[in-house]
């Protein structure tokens, strides 16, 4: 196992992706967050809170709201960090740069920080990662990746490549860790974020985790993101609640000990709460 040890310092610490490009490591997720008030609402107030990441997706139907919620936070374009995703029926080259123009419309936006290939489609994605290539050479997109990715997949996208990914977005929690593509990753300086971080809000389920919280003053929630952030791990939970987006980020007051590390990583039960990036079928 690779260990690596990055420094965490507070809400708007970074890690630094290989091109250099740091990328803020807490964001805020808004998948299911409505289009309209719900999301422009958990945008601004996980903004207000110092969150400097927004992940959405085209997918998610809610670009629109997310970039009012930018908008109206009123912070400056720069401090931000804003991420999207081409979805699978866009894959290919030309439909890809197509997508990515209509995502920057809808977010109202000039450039990405970091624009991903959702998912691996057979057949498209290395033509999509070209297309995303061609983004980053023309400066719309400041970092480029990919997301549910397994080894297999990045061994086949990183024979034909130009860039290698700088992110690989995975389903990623105590239930499924996988951490043999976590070293991969690290090995290539593609830095690993976890989607589903709190398994869905499963994670609230787990008396072991909530006695760890307990030995800490901390949540299973806050429990948990410190562990992704602990491990170097990039982590995107979402909440359209304010004082859960608020608690969600007060994880730079304590450090879990070693073995409280080696508990939660034992957890594993290679359990997805959702789609399999090898059966996928949409
Ligand atoms: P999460 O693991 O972040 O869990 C979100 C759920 O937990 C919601 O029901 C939320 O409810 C609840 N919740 C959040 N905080 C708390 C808290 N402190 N206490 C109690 N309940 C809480 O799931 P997601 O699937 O949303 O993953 C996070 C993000 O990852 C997504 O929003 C999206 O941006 C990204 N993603 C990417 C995928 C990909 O294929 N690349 C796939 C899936 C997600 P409430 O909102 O009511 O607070």
Known sequence: ???????ITDLQGTFELHNGIKMPYLGLGVYLSEDGQEVINAVKWAI???YRHI???????NEKG???GIKQSGINREALFVVSKVWNADQGFESTLKAFNDSLKRLDLEYLDLYLIHWPVNGKYKETWRALEQLY???KVR???VSNFLKHHLEDLLQTVKIVPMVNQMEFHPYLVQQELVDYCNTHQIQYEAWSPLMQGHIFELDSIKQMGQKYGKSPAQVVLRWNLQKGVVTIPKSVKKERIIANAELFDFELSKADMAYLNGLDKSKRFGPDPDTFDF
């Open 55 to 61: 992940d959405t997706a085209s997918i998610y139907e």
């Open 1 to 7: 196992m690779t260990a690596i040890r990055k420094k």
């Open 137 to 139: 050479g023309e400066k």
């Open 48 to 50: 207000e809170a110092g």
């Open 143 to 145: 970092a480029i990746g």
């Open 66 to 68: 997310v970039g009012k």
